[in-house]
Nanobody, 120 residues
């Protein structure tokens, strides 16, 4: 059974940085697409970033601020979030799947989510 576990998020001031990790068990992430999504209050879940064998994708609103990386040896994916803004406040989810996609329903496995709050 594939499981994804995100690290604990937290509270950070606007302009600050925060790093999230997603530990995957049950299968290797090598050759697998891993993505980050977020869902703000009363908002739909939206794509943030993904990393696959063919490259990385980023939502326009995080380009230049967020970095996605992976450590295949540790079966872990990271999301480095810089220059955070209050509008980045959301529950962040990692997801894994076999396709390169920005669409949530195309991912097969999901973590439980972790809260990130950015204060102004």
């Amino acid at each position: 059974q594939v499981q994804l576990v995100e690290s604990v998020g937290g509270l950070v001031q606007a302009g600050g940085s925060l790093s999230l990790s997603c530990a995957v068990s049950g299968r290797t992430i090598s050759g697998y697409s891993v993505g980050w999504f977020r869902q703000g209050p009363e908002k739909e879940r939206e794509f943030v970033a993904s990393d696959t064998w063919s490259g990385s994708d980023f939502a326009d609103f995080v380009k230049g601020r967020f970095i996605i990386s992976r450590d295949n040896a540790k079966n872990t994916v990271f999301l480095q979030m810089n220059s955070l803004k209050p509008e980045d406040t959301a529950v962040y989810y990692c997801a894994a799947g076999s396709r390169r996609s920005t669409i949530p329903r195309l991912y097969d496995y999901w973590g439980q989510g972790t809260q990130v709050t950015v204060s102004s």
